[in-house]
């Protein structure tokens, strides 16, 4: 079966907004002050049709309805209008109308975000970029591909295949997700200890801005003159530009890769087990680990003989020569029997590698199988902060009443608990999103953040309070205004109003001093 | 170990309340570098100290005036460093200095730059305010990313106070091979190297013959050794050093000393002068007294940029011209971080 990570929680209902209170309050204030822009529906249609193929408008709100959500489907709003268009003149000229009548631009690649980055808003303008499939270049011998931003993920690594070359980063909606929107997200993956994300490994994109101005930034080596927009653009979610044309690196296959299974009766054995393998200087490729509902799930699914008894599993691969990868292989069996790994099995055949890894890779829909539906967190922490976190995260399951299966990026320390609830039940999503946002808020306390690569969106508006202070909210509104200053890109979404923060109470307390005092409180 | 965050927060807001604009001083091992500027001189020097380093998180968190070879004895105690090889120029540099200029050694291409190690900041901006951004954590997309926006911005965006960088564990074993090849030969045969899954960790064209180290594991090495061939450098660790801190007697020139940025095969440049060419081509060091003018036309065609990096003439334009919608939108950031311009003005460039 084919996966993405938008499967996440696809299977959510459509959502009446109003008859759930839960995101009332998320959805009024992300909705903002409603009609700014003084042009009428019809009028933009009619402008843009001047400049685009009469099939490339979409205005009609059954042919807009599925553009209404991304991957974060719980929420929901109909485009005013759709624009699809094929070159970059004419996003420029999309981009010049909108500025001139004020309409919000939001982007969207294949829509397989999970925080809501391309969720719409009422009268705003929907920008797909579907139509950039074009793979422009692959330059083997400088090892980067030039592409534009609607190709997949994947198929840059299919088109980079023949000379020996692949592009590292891969989330795991790679079949799906394009490029455009992993530069967006600053997307992570399986192998980002070792390869890093997103932002490690594109070289150079141009920037179509929010009037309509072309711009390039980073440069056709590693780096370009001036301050480093590129990576400031990385992970920025569509509020300072579209991403139009993107260079990224790409890193010889290597030679050789096998993946080790460990289980492990205790889960704080396995943590201590990825702690002892980063201390013997070893970064595997991938380090991942499963706890015993995501084992059980998984394994149900893809029946590739993982140990169903097992509290918790470590998936660790390791690339490089074959020499180099069977003496590190030989070091990591160590580790894991020191650890009291009570099954050890390490893939023989490329085949045996993948089929191991498929458990690991369809966890997701795997684990939606248990439950009519999930909610798939992204916190990270600490490595050492592990089994505090698990413990928490059981304490708070059994306090909301609703089961939890993790699923770990160990390596990096990125979790993503996967809470497991009924959207029929009157109440029950919201109070998982109440549950969800605790387990952020506590990796924030442990020194963690509430994204490691899933985005703010509008998901994680709320944490953001927690996250930052008011200083930090303020100057990113002034960066933000440093490319956008009407604020007409992604409007709304990534970073909270002080006086949002305020209302929800949760604002950062600086230095000892209560925040923005000047502000009413309820 | 010594915090002095509010007493160079204090300094900061009583410049800016006088309007004194503020020039950020450390160890003063790159004054050679930039352009030359006036203004209260703020140092940070005494702002220094390992705040929190945990190996087996794999990442460092120290004060801006932490000196380098301080932070990176720490490091190697544990078997660790820091991927990019940070140049010092001096016993004096510091890891603020090292932030601001985001220069990085041999390591770059194959292990990440300055900026891909940078996971999080605490800054005082223009306004005089504490800001913390980023994080200890390997991933973080939560909010604009301003700690890595900080890297290679001269001290033009805001004081660096703390910084949080990723770090790696040290290669088993390293060993650099070299060929005698031409200029054109070898800038092709590392790229074909580099395209390859070769262990390389650093190159080097000095001229006359091409160095390549390896690093890993010892049978990997050795094996990737044996297909590679070349003759074996002795003293390689104190070569990688020297060219690292510019102590190759390349940089002994007293003409202008070029940083050319390039796609990495760019067949050899028709500038006059000499050359040294580093990171499998992308990173090119020249030595020349030829019109300034006229190499950055030649960089331009070629896609690339080009930073007088030493020995700057007094008029000379530093950093590579930017114009257009790019430089307003410098412009932009500068004001939107620095609303008053007090800090480091005309370091990189005119206006910012």
Redesign the interface.
């Known amino acids: 079966m084919t996966y993405t990570h938008a499967t996440c929680i696809d299977k959510s209902p459509l959502v009446v907004l109003s008859s759930h209170s839960g995101y009332d309050l998320r959805m009024a204030i992300y909705k903002g002050p409603v009609n700014r822009n003084g042009i009428s529906k019809e009028s933009l249609v009619h402008s843009l049709k001047l400049i685009l193929p009469k099939e490339a408008v979409l205005f009609d709100s059954e042919d807009t309805r599925p553009y209404e959500c991304d991957g974060l489907s719980a929420y929901r709003v109909n485009p005013w209008v759709v624009a699809l268009p094929e070159t970059i003149e004419q996003i420029q000229a999309i981009m010049r109308i909108c500025f001139a009548h004020e309409v919000p631009v939001i982007a969207r690649g294949a829509g397989t975000g999970l925080s809501g980055g391309a969720l719409p808003r009422e009268n705003c303008l929907l920008l797909s970029l579907a139509k950039f499939k074009t793979i422009l270049d692959v330059d083997p011998i400088n090892c980067t591909a030039r592409v534009e931003p609607g190709v997949t993920n994947l198929a840059i690594s299919d088109a980079a295949k023949p000379h020996g070359l692949y592009y590292a980063p891969d989330p795991s909606s790679q079949i799906a997700c394009t490029i455009g929107g992993n530069v967006a997200e600053n997307s992570g993956g399986i192998h980002c200890l070792k390869y890093g994300l997103t932002v490690n490994n594109v070289q150079q994109i141009t920037i179509v801005m929010v009037d309509g101005e072309l711009v390039t930034f980073g440069g056709s080596g590693y780096d370009g003159p001036g301050y480093d927009l590129l990576a400031l653009f990385n992970g920025s979610e569509g509020m300072l530009g579209i991403v139009v044309e993107i260079t990224v690196k790409l890193l010889p296959i290597p030679e050789h890769a096998r993946l080790l299974l460990a289980a492990f009766d205790d889960i704080e054995q396995a943590g201590k087990a990825v702690t002892a393998i980063i201390a013997a200087g070893l970064i595997p490729a991938g380090l991942e680990m499963m706890d015993n509902l995501a084992i059980q799930a998984a394994e149900d699914f893809a029946m590739v003989g993982y140990p169903i008894q097992a509290a918790a599993i470590l998936l660790c691969e390791l690339d490089g020569n074959t020499d180099e990868v069977t003496e590190q292989i030989k070091r990591v069996k160590k580790i894991m029997r020191k650890h009291q790994a009570s099954n050890i099995r390490i893939s023989e055949t490329e085949q045996e590698r993948l089929q191991l890894w498929r458990g690991r890779k369809s966890a997701f829909p795997a684990i939606g199988r248990l439950a009519p539906d999930y909610y798939c967190m992204d916190g990270t922490i600490p490595r050492k902060q592990l089994s505090t976190v698990l413990k928490k995260i059981s304490e708070l399951s059994k306090k909301f009443d609703l089961p939890v299966a993790n699923v770990f990026h160990a390596g990096d320390g990125n979790l993503h608990p996967l809470i497991l609830y009924d959207a029929n039940k009157r109440g029950e999503l919201k109070r998982t999103e109440m549950f969800g946002a605790l387990i952020l808020e506590y990796c924030v306390e442990v020194g963690g953040a509430i994204t490691g690569e899933h985005g703010v969106g509008i998901e994680k508006m709320d944490q953001m309070c927690v996250q930052f202070g008011q200083l930090e909210l303020q100057q990113f509104h002034a960066i933000k205004a440093a490319f956008d200053p009407a604020g007409l890109l992604n409007p709304g979404k990534v970073v909270p109003t002080l006086h949002r923060c305020a209302e929800l109470g949760r604002m950062h307390v600086h230095n000892g001093q209560l925040p923005h005092p000047e502000l009413e409180r309820f | 170990m010594s915090d002095q965050s509010l007493s160079l927060q204090q300094q900061v807001k009583e410049n800016i309340e006088r309007g004194r604009p503020m020039q950020i001083t450390a160890g003063n091992s790159k004054l050679f570098y930039a352009h030359e500027i006036s203004g209260e001189a703020l140092s940070v020097k005494e702002h220094f100290g390992i705040i929190d380093y ?6 460092i968190t120290a004060r801006c005036g932490t000196r380098l070879q301080d932070l990176e004895s720490t490091l190697a105690e544990q ?2 460093m820091l991927a990019f090889e940070p140049p010092a120029y001096s016993k004096h540099a510091t890891l603020g200095g090292c932030i601001a200029a ?1 220069l990085s050694g041999p390591r ?2 194959f292990a ?2 300055v ?2 190690a940078s996971l999080g900041i605490r800054m005082i ?1 223009g306004t005089g ?5 980023g ?12 700690s ?2 900080m ?3 001269m001290g033009t ?1 805001g004081i660096i106070l703390d910084t949080s960088l990723k770090i ?3 290669p ?1 074993t390293e060993i650099t091979t070299c060929y005698e090849l031409t200029e054109r030969a070898s800038i092709s045969r590392v ?2 190297i ?6 390389v960790s650093a190159t080097c064209f000095d001229g006359t013959q091409l160095f390549l180290r390896l690093s ?2 010892e ?2 090495v ?3 050794l044996d297909m590679l061939g070349g003759e074996t450098l002795k003293d390689a660790t104190s070569f990688w050093k020297d060219l690292k801190n510019q102590r190759h007697s390349f940089f002994n020139s007293t003409k202008r000393i070029w940083r050319l ?5 760019t067949p050899p440049l028709e500038i006059m002068g000499e050359q040294l060419i580093e ?1 499998h081509g ?2 090119r060091w020249l030595t020349s007294d030829q019109n300034p003018e006229i190499i950055r036309e030649i960089i331009n065609q ?4 080009a930073i007088i990096f030493k020995n700057a003439k007094e008029d000379d334009l530093v ?4 114009s ?3 430089h307003q ?2 412009m ?2 500068k ?3 620095d609303p008053k311009c007090m800090f480091n003005l005309y370091r ?2 005119e206006g910012f």
């Open positions: 945990e190996p087996t998180e794999l990442v078997n660790q985001g770059r291409p990440g730059a900026r891909d901006n305010e504490i800001l913390k951004f994080g200890t954590v390997m991933k973080n997309v939560a909010g604009y990313d301003v890595r926006l890297v290679g911005s965006l790696v564990p040290r088993e790229n074909k580099c395209a390859q899954a070769y262990p890993g594991t049978s990997g050795n094996k990737s940025s390039l796609k990495p095969a990171w992308a990173q070629h896609g690339g940029h950093f590579h011209p930017i257009g919608i790019l939108l410098h932009n950031l004001l939107a971080m990189m460039y």
